[in-house]
């Protein structure tokens, strides 16, 4: 065995070879020779376990590289989305649109006048940046933007609430996926859980008991990812609005997805619209941009002036705040809604709107390219927290494969992964969620998969 090692190259050694030049103009001197020592104790603890011939230089350079590759993969990488979930909340939801990539990047790589005022060139706001359009859409009088939704909800209650009752109904207290459940994030805010009515049914007479108990605010949560059914019972938003408003209090609608259009007309179910919990009466409703939004991850606050003034003095207000980023994303995103263009230019508005007919084009497409496979009838969801039980008919293209587990795995093992989903051993990829310029990439992988070139 010593003898052995008494053949292995040194680091000096090997970094004489021109590939070795080449890999530390690629990751830099310190971390390649970290990787060529790595690679060189590998084989020496080899050796000792009795390895009887030593890697050649060539190996152990090769090594040193699948080392570095693997130090310097980013972790957060681009997938191939073929499960026909279109806001995948474990694959990132909304993918962007164009023109809001394009303004995430200008404002990424330069300066912007983020909180510059440049008529006066004094200190301006960035709470200015999406409030306008926000307000223009929806009919507003304010508007907020902060980290997410479950920090607007954080937010309100915390400005609003702090040590004060809350009614909220126990049909609405909901677990959304990732932890967040209304009761904890209320106690979290310091305000006080005021449940009123059963787990099927409530009664404005309910809300008028703990309103007259002296409740500060009355919060209505959207079931976001559930459906109640059967014996159940629920007032008009309208109702519980003009309730709270007799006694003085606000109604804050955490709508969750809030749709900026309505899904009705995709053949889907009706998903609350922003512009309606306002209509009704909703004093505060607030939402995420990147679910049905179609945008970036944040929450959205938008109603009345008085309150969202409030809400935007509190210290939480500047922990939870929208980053440029998000900002300039987000602001795209809008636009295509003010430009009546949202369901063409908006990846999950459009894949809401394919047609089955087209789907099937699709798959068939990718079916003849494979030669292999077929294609049948099934169904996409939307996901994310949105349209519970909902699904849109599809098509996709289904493959038979030996070991369906092992074949899944594979598939997430690529470059990009691609994740599809299974039913009855067959996997299943749908054309509804795989972005079109995807296409070549999905086919030569599952190309060379299928007929067992690497
Ligand atoms: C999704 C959701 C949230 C959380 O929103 P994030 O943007 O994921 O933080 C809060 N409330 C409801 C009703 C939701 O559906």
């Known amino acids: 065995m010593t003898s052995l090692l008494r053949d292995l190259p040194s680091v000096e050694q090997l970094l004489q070879t021109p590939r070795l030049a080449d890999l530390m103009t690629r990751y830099g001197r310190p971390l390649t020779l970290d990787a060529l020592r790595l690679s060189l104790d590998e084989t020496r603890d080899a050796a000792r376990a009795g390895l009887s011939s030593l890697p050649s230089r060539d190996q152990l350079t090769a090594r040193a590289e699948s080392i570095l590759a693997e130090w310097t993969r980013p972790t957060l990488q681009p997938v191939i989305n073929a499960t026909g979930v279109i806001l995948h909340t474990n694959l990132g939801r909304a993918p962007l649109s164009r023109a809001a990539a394009e303004a995430l990047t200008s404002a990424a790589l330069g300066y912007s006048n983020l909180e510059f005022d440049l008529p006066s060139g004094k200190r301006g706001s960035r709470t200015v940046h999406a409030e306008a359009i926000l307000q223009k859409l929806t009919g507003a009088e304010s508007a907020l933007v902060v980290n997410n939704n ?48 059963a787990t099927n049914k409530v009664h404005l007479r309910d809300y008028k008991e703990a309103l007259s108990d002296g409740a500060a605010m009355v919060l209505r949560a959207h079931r976001s990812n559930f459906k109640i059914v059967g014996f159940t019972e629920e007032p008009e938003l309208a109702k519980i609005a003009n309730l709270a408003h007799e006694f003085s209090v606000p109604f804050v609608d955490d709508l969750g997805s809030g749709a900026l259009l309505d899904t009705v007309k995709y053949g889907l179910g009706h998903e609350p619209t922003v512009q309606e919990s306002l209509a009704a009466g ?98 996409s969801t939307v996901g994310g927290g949105s349209l519970p039980d909902e699904s849109m008919p599809t098509f996709v293209l289904s493959l038979s494969v030996k070991h369906p587990d092992k074949f899944l795995k594979t598939l997430r093992s690529q470059n990009p992964p691609i994740i599809a989903r299974t039913e009855n051993d067959k996997i299943l990829f749908d054309p509804r969620t795989v972005l079109e310029e995807q296409d070549p990439s999905l086919l030569s992988t599952l190309y060379s998969l299928l007929s067992g070139v690497p």
Do not use: N
């Open 150 to 197: 479950a920090s607007a909800v954080l937010l309100i209650l915390s400005a609003l609430a702090k040590g004060k009752h809350v009614v909220i109904s126990r049909t609405q207290l909901v677990e959304i996926g990732g932890s967040f459940r209304v009761p904890d994030v209320m106690k979290q805010s310091g305000a006080k859980l005021a449940e009123v009515g």
């Open 282 to 379: 909703a004093d505060l409703v607030c939402f995420s941009g990147d679910k049905l939004l179609g945008g970036p991850q944040a929450g959205i606050i938008v109603g009345r002036k008085d309150l969202l003034d409030r809400i935007k003095k509190h210290p939480l207000a500047r922990a939870v705040r929208a980053d440029k980023l998000c900002l300039a994303a987000l602001t795209a995103t809008l636009l295509h809604y003010l430009q009546d263009e949202a369901p063409r230019e908006i990846p999950v508005w459009r894949m809401m709107s394919m047609s089955p007919r087209t789907a099937k084009v699709r798959a068939e497409a990718w079916r003849e390219k494979l030669g292999q496979g077929e294609v049948v009838a099934s169904e």
